[in-house]
């Protein structure tokens, strides 16, 4: 099938930007133009390519926002409860849960997550940051505390046997 040759006037820095476009796709000008021209023949039009187009990041964007609030919604819960697991045990879970959200959420993130939902999640994990340094403070020092009453009973337990 024979090509048809076009000559097209754009703008000079657009066209050193498409350059730069075209040598990250590894694509000839011609077969980047060609897939345009097809796309917008099988929208029916290029206004409606762009509306189309729109649509569709739209509505995912708008699955990922919904995706990433329920993540970040499970997170806030883990968290919550390994802070109480530590408070209450002075220990560590093995296999914390929120780990696997903080992982998942930043996956998410990473696609085109509303900025609002960035930052709830970035306060999020400060929150969970400063929860945690606290409660670990407070369980170092309660053992510390319980140490000294250790080494403070031997004392007192040879005194009295040397005493006797």
């Known amino acids: 099938m024979s090509k048809h040759q076009l000559g097209l006037r754009i703008d000079r820095i657009l066209y050193k930007q498409f350059q730069q476009v075209l040598a990250q796709e590894k694509l000839r000008p011609s077969e980047a133009i060609e897939g345009l021209v097809k796309l917008a023949v099988q929208a029916g039009g290029v206004s409606r390519l762009v509306v189309d187009q729109t649509k569709r990041e739209s509505s995912g964007r708008m699955i990922d926002d919904a995706l990433f609030k329920s993540r970040l919604a499970r997170l806030k819960t ?55 340094q606290e409660t670990w403070k407070e369980v170092v020092e309660q053992e510390i505390g319980e140490t000294k009453s250790r080494i403070a009973m031997r004392g007192l337990i040879r005194e009295n046997s040397a005493s006797e």
């Not at 968290?79 to 914390?96: F, V």
């Not at 509303?114 to 994990?125: R, W």
């Open 78 to 132: 883990s968290l919550e409860l390994e802070e109480r697991h530590l408070r209450e045990t002075g220990e560590e879970m093995e296999d914390k849960e929120s780990d696997y959200w903080v992982k998942d959420l930043t996956e998410l993130g990473r696609r085109a997550v509303s900025p609002e939902l960035v930052k709830e999640f970035e306060i999020c994990l400060s929150n969970a940051d400063r929860l945690y």
